[in-house]
């Protein structure tokens, strides 16, 4: 077995999932937002209105909507806008697809799978004291290692999101056995 598919597989069974994200600019998906609610809507409906203290941005076709138990999937796109009457701001006629198997109260609160974010088990540390030098490495800063075997490459432009949070990547450093990158050493900020 070659030496990054060995190495893939013991992130597998040993790393965290995170995501792998590639932002798009038009429209802005995925947004940036707050934490999200979403209002009431009876049984079989197949749109709702969701709604942020902050939103920045659209919900795009292929982003799923987790509500309890329930996995819904956006069909169209939605740009936030002002909320006018409650404040903050809304995403009002997000269609999905299944329809709500049960009623939702109002301010149920809900995650979101966006479709620019890809699945994948990384190793994530804290860098070492020795390393933190407050300007090029952060305290902030997560060292997040990842194999190469049936991975994306990485690119600045992406985002990481652990445990939920988007983290920008500042450094991506490849690691060669002989000629093959068998990994990517990254740094989130």
């Known amino acids: ?15 965290a999932t995170i995501y792998l ?15 999200l609610t979403c209002d009431a809507a009876a049984q079989n409906a197949t749109v709702v209105t969701l ?17 309890g138990t329930q996995k819904l999937v956006v069909s169209n796109t939605i740009s936030a806008a002002p909320d006018l009457v409650n404040g ?18 109002a301010n149920t609160a809900l995650t979101v799978r966006w479709s620019a974010d890809k699945p994948l088990k990384a190793m994530v540390d804290a860098y070492p004291v020795t390393l933190v030098d407050g300007e090029l490495i952060l305290q902030s800063d997560l060292r997040v290692t990842m194999a190469a075997y049936r991975n994306p490459v990485p690119e600045l432009a992406q985002q990481l999101v652990i445990d939920g949070v988007p983290r920008s990547i500042k450094n991506i450093s490849p690691v060669r056995i002989r000629n093959d990158i068998i990994k990517y050493q990254l740094q989130a900020r």
């Open 88 to 105: 903050g701001d809304a995403f009002v006629g997000v269609a999905f697809t299944p329809p709500l198997s049960a009623a939702v109260t």
């Open 1 to 15: 077995m070659p030496e990054g598919q060995q190495f893939a597989n013991a992130v597998a069974q040993r790393g």
């Open 51 to 67: 709604r942020s203290d902050t939103a920045i941005g659209a919900i795009v076709p292929g982003d799923v909507l987790l509500l």
């Open 21 to 35: 994200r590639t932002p798009s600019t038009s429209p802005a998906s995925p947004p940036m937002t707050g934490p």
